[in-house]
């Protein structure tokens, strides 16, 4: 053989052995692409997995805050009416000349008090509530 040929047989030899190897790394390369595309994609969908979780979470809470504030907004309305009628009821009280009493009856006999107005307020106030609740369903 001559030097020509023997040279050409080395670089023919390196350059096969050269595209084995850029073959090889291309396999190993398009391998570890696919590997991190499927790490990608499942990390993707348990992120979203886990917002969508979140977002029901937060929509649930939501509802429910808004449900306690409905129920709030009904009770201090329901207050409020009790007010006005209450307040209503001792004016024409107070119109009249003689002041709300009671009578009690003990063993020594019968005599009448007057009402102490705030706390007969907080009684009447108290026992329509519960009335109201009841008839309402609240």
Excluded: C
């Amino acid at each position: 053989m001559s030097l020509e040929n023997i040279l050409k047989k080395i670089i023919d030899d390196a350059r096969t052995e050269a595209d084995a190897v850029i073959e090889e790394y291309k396999s190993k390369a398009e391998g570890i692409k696919k590997n991190a595309q499927e790490e990608a994609s499942a990390l993707a969908e348990s992120l979203l997995e886990e917002e969508e979780r979140k977002g029901e979470l937060e929509a649930r809470r939501i509802v429910t805050q808004a449900r306690l504030q409905k129920r709030l907004d009904i009770l201090a309305a329901k207050k409020e009416l009790i007010d006005q009628v209450l307040e209503r009821a001792f004016e024409s009280s107070r119109l009249s000349e003689s002041p709300l009493k009671r009578k009690i009856i003990s063993k020594d006999g019968e005599r009448e008090a007057v009402f102490d107005e705030k706390k007969l307020l907080d009684e009447l106030r108290q026992q329509m509530e519960k009335s109201i609740s009841g008839i309402i369903g609240l």
